[in-house]
């Protein structure tokens, strides 16, 4: 790129939080900073949130914090909810305000999209998305991910998805799909509005835990990509 006069400052991170990048993040770091494996599973929240307070009681009850991604749309609909998983102690990313493909969008859409869920999530739970943004359907364009990097986040998309929401998707196809696929470092991705993913968590958490991964926070997995 040709230099200019005056250089583009780098986003300030969350606070225990590696800075954004304008890459695509795909996968962590194989390894916590103690050696062990580990793995993120994710959320993004969408539907009525039934399913999700079993879904928070099963993270309790194992010892596994992660990461939800806030539908702006989603945290005005359901505040208690939003509220919930901040106070259960999770991390929280951006995932849009209104579930549009952000392929198609303007810098200046993107922007409203990420503000104003940025917005409503710190109004409602007192925390920041930032510096992570998952796009709806993992959509995504030059623009929206240098818009995005601008105002702070990097974009993550996953390794793997548990894929719940295919014809036919069942708790053990959704096992098949995560722990089938294990891998240290992989992030994976799934929802919160469905029961076969209540009926599916305990079994791969047990599993991975079972093998001596650590599942951990979005924030965590790619903190000791940076350290490492």
């Not at 009525?48 to 989603?74: H, S």
């Not at 996953?158 to 098949?176: H, K, L, P, S, V």
């Amino acid at each position: 790129p040709v230099p200019t006069d005056t250089p583009t400052p780098t986003p300030e991170p969350a606070t225990g939080r590696p800075p954004a990048s304008p890459d695509i993040v795909y996968i962590g770091n194989p390894t916590t900073p103690d050696g062990d494996p580990q793995v993120n599973i994710s959320f993004d929240v969408q539907g009525d949130p039934a399913t999700l307070y079993q879904i928070l009681d099963i993270l309790d009850q194992y010892g596994v914090r992660t990461t939800f991604f806030m539908q702006g749309e989603w945290v005005e609909q359901y505040p208690d909810a939003a509220k919930e998983i901040a106070n259960r102690g999770h991390e929280l990313g951006n995932h849009s305000w209104t579930h549009f493909n952000f392929s198609e969008m303007t810098a200046e859409e993107v922007t409203k999209e990420l503000n104003d869920t940025e917005a409503i999530v710190k109004e409602v739970t007192g925390q920041t998305t930032k510096p992570y943004f998952r796009p709806p359907f993992g959509s995504r364009s030059t623009v929206s991910l240098q818009t995005a990097y601008d105002l702070g986040y990097t974009t993550i998309i996953w390794t793997y998805g548990a894929d719940e929401w295919r014809d036919g998707a069942t708790a053990q196809t959704i096992f098949d799909n995560v722990y089938g696929n294990k891998a240290p470092g992989a992030l994976y991705y799934t929802h919160t509005d469905r029961q076969i993913i209540v009926d599916a968590l305990p079994r791969v958490i047990e599993a991975f835990q079972a093998d001596g991964y650590k599942l951990v926070t979005a924030g965590e997995i790619l903190a000791a990509q940076e350290n490492n």
